[in-house]
């Protein structure tokens, strides 16, 4: 029961990763929820940049906080070895992201406040350890590596800012590798 609530809450936060938070994103993407679990991207919006920017701060902040549980809970070391490369390389793409943001003219400071699903997701971890850790935290991975994709090919695509598009454009690879080897921990 406590892994089906798991892979429930983890199809939120894919839906929330790159949803609208607050007034800043708007009506930024259009999810829908195939039976309660999968979610299906539906001809995404234009992110405005504030949005982009909050989406992927926020998805970063997500990928460290779990991946720094996973370090301290998870049992497998495939897992334990996954999470050391995502607190890297997103603290790596905050690094990327904050300094791009900074850059722009007007400057655009990224919000990394977690969704209310997000943390949700983040205390229901908390409260796991071995092989359950493991099952939920890499459910969660491949539907945030895959929320996270379709929003950067998004806004790469149709996105309102150049600099940002290149960001995002130039973290698609690295994504879909993190996207690979999280369906890779099944």
């Known amino acids: 029961m406590k892994f089906k609530a798991m892979i429930m809450l983890s199809g939120s ?3 929330c990763a790159c949803g609208p938070r607050g007034e800043t994103a708007g009506n930024d993407v259009n999810i829908a929820m195939d039976n309660g679990m999968a979610n299906q991207a539906m001809a995404p919006a234009p992110l405005t940049a ?9 998805s970063d902040r997500f990928e460290i906080e779990s ?3 996973a370090a301290a809970s998870a049992q497998s070391a495939a897992v334990k070895s996954f999470a050391d490369k995502m607190i890297a390389a997103h603290t790596a793409s905050t690094a990327k992201l904050k300094a791009t943001a900074g850059a722009l003219s007007p400057a655009i400071t990224p919000d990394d ?8 997701l983040l205390d229901s971890l908390k409260a796991l ?7 939920a935290y890499s459910a969660a991975q491949v539907n945030a590596h895959q929320a996270a994709l379709d929003a950067l090919n998004g806004y790469a695509a149709s996105g309102d800012n150049p600099k940002l598009k290149e960001l995002a454009s130039g973290m698609v690879p690295t994504v879909t590798a993190h996207l690979n080897m999280a369906k890779g921990l099944k």
């Open 13 to 15: 936060l894919a839906l």
């Open 50 to 58: 504030q949005g982009f920017a909050n989406a992927a701060a926020a």
């Open 67 to 69: 991946s720094r549980l």
């Open 113 to 120: 406040t977690l969704s209310p699903d997000q943390q949700s």
């Open 129 to 135: 350890k071995g092989a359950d850790f493991d099952s």
